[in-house]
C-alpha cells in the first residue's frame, strides 16, 4: 500500500487523512457539503493510485464506498461500537479529524474490527426487508393505539379489529367525538400501511422462492417461510464470515448477555446488538416450529417447562438460526446469487409447475411457512 487513508463521514462534512507509507507525509482535506459529487471530485486526485481507506459503518457509507471503489481504492468498513472501544477508557480529545486519523492508524496496525460489506442486490433486498419490517411496526403500533383507546372509554376487549365485522362493530361503540376521532384517523393510517405493505410483500415472496439460499432455508426447516427466509438471508448474507453459529448468535442479538464478578452474577437478557428484523423473523419462525406436528415440539415442551414459553421461544429462535447459519455457510458463493428470472410465459404456453423437493414434510412445511407468514403480517 502506498496511501493509507482515514474517513469521518457526517452529514455536514466528511474529514479525510492519509499517510504516504513511502515518504511518510501525512495529509489531511475536508469535504463539503458532503455529497456524491463534492466526494467525487475530491477523490479524483487518487485515480490510478494505491489507496486502501477505512471508514465506520454508519449512515451515508455506502455511497462512500462506491465512490472509493470508483477510483479503484481498497474499502475497509469499520465496525462502530469495536473501533470506539479501541480509543480505550481514557478521555481524550475528541474531533473528526483525530476520528480519521484513529481510522488510519488502525488500519494501518492491522487492527480494524471490520465489518462484511455486502454486494449491492443484497444491501437492496436488506433496504426492501427493513422497509417491510417499519411498515410492519407502525401497523401494529395503531392497532395498539386503537385498543389503548377502547379500553379508556370502557369498551370491552376485541382482537383482530380490522378483520370481519371488526369496522361494524367499532362504529356502533358509544365513544365520545374525541376518540372516535382518534380511532377514524388509526384506521386510516393502517389501511394506508396495507396499500404499501401488499406490493413490497408480494416482491420479497417472489424473490424468495427464486433465490438458492432462500429455497434452501424453505425446504430444510420447519418454521421458515418466504419472508422469514428472506429475511435471514437479508441480515446474515455470508456465513462465512462467521466463524462459528454462536457468532451468529450473537450478531442477531439473540444472544443472552453475562455480567459476572466473583460471586455476583446478574440475571442474563437479551443483548438486541443486532438487526431487529431478523431477531422478529426468526421469533416468528419460531411460534410456527413450537405447534405440535413440528420436528421441535419436543424441545420446544422441554424448554418451555424450565423457561416458560416466551423465553423457549427464543431458544427456538437461536437454534433455527444456527441451522440457518449451517445451511448457508454450506451452500458457500450459490446462497448469495441473485435470483433466476424466470421466463415469461408465451401465448398459448402452459404456466411452468413450481419445482417440487421431492419431501412430501418439505412441502407441508412450506404451506404451513407461507400461512404462518401471512398471519405475521
Known sequence: MSLVMGIDQ??????AEWLDTVTGEVSRARVRPADRAGVRRFLARFAGQQLEVALEATTGWRFLVEELRAVGAVVHLAEPAETAALRGNKRRAKSDRADARHHRELLLAGRLPESWIPPDHILDLRARVRLRHTLIEQHTEWQQRIQAVLYHHGCRQRRRLMEGDGRDWLAAQPLPETAREQITVAM????????QLAPLTKELCAWA???????????????IGELCAVTVMAELGDCRRFQNSRDAVRYSGLD????????HRAPGHLSRQGPPAL???LYEAAQVARR???PDRGYYEQAAERLGGNR???????????????TLRELGDDAL?????????????AAPRPASSGSPRSLEATTTNQRADVLAA
Open 209 to 223: 422462492r427464486r433465490q438458492a439460499g432462500c429455497k434452501a432455508l424453505i425446504h430444510a426447516y420447519y418454521g
Open 188 to 195: 386510516a393510517m393502517i389501511d394506508a400501511l396495507d396499500v
Open 292 to 294: 405440535p406436528g413440528s
Open 312 to 326: 423457549a421461544c427464543l431458544a427456538l429462535a437461536r437454534k433455527l438460526l444456527k441451522r440457518c447459519y449451517h
Open 279 to 281: 431477531r422478529w423473523a
Open 10 to 15: 457526517h452529514r455536514a462534512q466528511i474529514t
Open 337 to 349: 446469487t441473485p435470483p433466476v428470472e424466470q421466463p415469461q410465459p408465451g401465448p398459448g404456453s
Open 256 to 263: 443472552v448477555t453475562v455480567y459476572q464478578s466473583d460471586r
